[in-house]
């Protein structure tokens, strides 16, 4: 399996659905779905980038673990949560932007993206932190928040261990 459209009606996306889909390069979602489960893209590592439709909200534990071509993905404004280890081992993502209705990240969730420089943080609220959500990343990572709040960010719960990191959107 290299590419796939999937038809729109379809809501979800179960556990396992792409698992070790290694030769998966493109796939084109419906705008129809709402969520990702667990382990949905675990090791599709030839797939490059990704577009989620807008009204996708949570993306499931693992879902795109060690997905290691994966440069680019778009989270739609509506997503509130990522899973754990949901991007764990995609080294060859460069950046990744939080959208505003996030309110958590799971644990390891960006762990050993040994690419990721920039994440892009945009909740008011600092999101809930799993542990080592951003632990084995590229030497120069930083973590980038509106102004009004990179204090709150810099002394939140799990995210004061990378206050050094946190600076001020330009």
Same mark, same amino acid.
């Given at each position: 399996? *290299? #590419? +796939? /459209?999937?038809?729109?009606? %379809?809501? @979800?996306? &179960? =556990?396992?659905?792409?698992?070790? $889909? !290694?030769?998966?390069?493109?796939?084109?979602?419906?705008?129809?779905?709402?969520?990702?489960?667990?382990?949905?893209?675990?090791?599709?590592?030839?797939?490059?980038?990704?577009?989620?439709?807008?009204?996708?909200?949570?993306?499931?534990?693992?879902?795109?673990?060690?997905?290691?071509?994966? *440069? #680019? +993905? /778009?989270?739609?404004?509506? %997503?509130? @949560?990522? &899973? =754990?280890?949901?991007?764990?081992? $995609? !080294?060859?993502?460069?950046?990744?932007?939080?959208?505003?209705?996030?309110?958590?990240?799971?644990?390891?969730?960006?762990?050993?993206?040994?690419?990721?420089?920039?994440?892009?943080?945009?909740?008011?609220?600092?999101?809930?932190?799993?542990?080592?959500?951003?632990?084995?990343?590229?030497?120069?990572?930083?973590?980038?928040?509106?102004?009004?709040?990179?204090?709150?960010?810099?002394?939140?719960?799990?995210?004061?261990?990378?206050?050094?990191?946190?600076?001020?959107?330009?």
């Amino acid at each position: 399996l *290299t #590419s +796939i /459209t999937l038809p729109e009606g %379809v809501t @979800s996306l &179960g =556990h396992n659905c792409f698992y070790y $889909c !290694t030769s998966l390069t493109s796939i084109t979602l419906p705008e129809s779905l709402i969520s990702l489960g667990e382990w949905g893209f675990y090791y599709c590592s030839s797939l490059t980038s990704i577009t989620l439709p807008e009204g996708v909200t949570s993306l499931g534990n693992n879902c795109f673990e060690s997905c290691s071509s994966l *440069t #680019s +993905i /778009t989270l739609p404004e509506g %997503v509130t @949560s990522l &899973g =754990h280890m949901c991007f764990f081992g $995609c !080294t060859s993502l460069t950046s990744i932007t939080i959208p505003e209705n996030v309110v958590s990240l799971g644990g390891m969730c960006f762990y050993m993206c040994s690419s990721l420089t920039l994440a892009t943080v945009l909740p008011a609220v600092p999101p809930s932190l799993g542990t080592w959500a951003f632990e084995g990343l590229h030497s120069s990572f930083n973590i980038k928040v509106r102004s009004p709040y990179v204090n709150a960010y810099k002394t939140a719960t799990n995210w004061v261990t990378h206050a050094s990191k946190i600076y001020p959107l330009s």
